[in-house]
């Protein structure tokens, strides 16, 4: 058994609100650089039901300062059988 990272998606959209806040950008701002019709998504990964695609993810990185790995938040509970 090891341990491998598994995302917090709670902690992680809490994350991307203290991010954009501190970037100085708001809901909408993220919605039209997106150009997302409405700010569903967004609000999804802000309140951790959803989490961005990959693209999108390393572009919210760079709309925020950020990299990719300081947006995401991960802990290491989940136990995995090592296979061989």
């Given at each position: 058994m090891c341990?491998?990272?598994v995302i917090?998606?709670?902690r992680t959209g809490q994350n991307i609100v203290n991010?954009?806040?501190k970037a100085g950008?708001?809901?909408a701002d993220l919605q039209d650089a997106f150009g997302f019709g409405t700010p569903q998504a967004i609000y999804?990964?802000?309140q951790g039901l959803a989490l961005p695609?990959?693209?999108n993810?390393?572009?919210l990185a760079d709309l925020l300062g950020v990299t990719v790995d300081d947006?995401?938040?991960t802990d290491k509970q989940m136990q995995i059988q090592a296979s061989a």
């Open positions: 341990k491998m990272p917090d998606m709670k991010l954009r806040k950008l708001s809901v999804k990964w802000q695609t990959i693209d993810l390393v572009a947006i995401i938040v």
